[in-house]
């Protein structure tokens, strides 16, 4: 993480250049409620279930992610599910 941040940050710096950003109130809100909603109450609700239910149950939980993700897909989005696999890098 330490080597690709060093080597990402300057291109973003030099790129972006955030210093002549001005963003405005709603954006900043917006920011915050994202670092405090998503990532700090997900904490507290993750540390608890493993209080809770121990990490033998969450690490098991782990397994139904890309089922539910499937299903999800299909029955929300109408996603086409085949046997073909086609990767980002496969021509």
């Not at 033998?56 to 085949?82: Q, R």
């Amino acid at each position: 993480m330490w080597c690709a941040s060093a080597q990402i940050v300057p291109i973003a710096l030099w790129l972006d250049a955030p210093w002549q950003l001005a963003p405005g109130g709603v954006s900043l809100l917006a920011a915050a409620w994202l670092g405090v909603a998503s990532t700090a109450l997900a904490t507290i609700i993750y540390f608890r279930l493993v209080a809770t239910a121990g990490p033998t149950f969450l690490s098991l939980m782990n397994y139904l992610i890309p089922v539910v993700a499937l299903a999800a897909g299909v029955g929300f989005f109408g996603e086409h599910v085949s046997g073909k696999t086609r990767c980002w890098f496969s021509a």
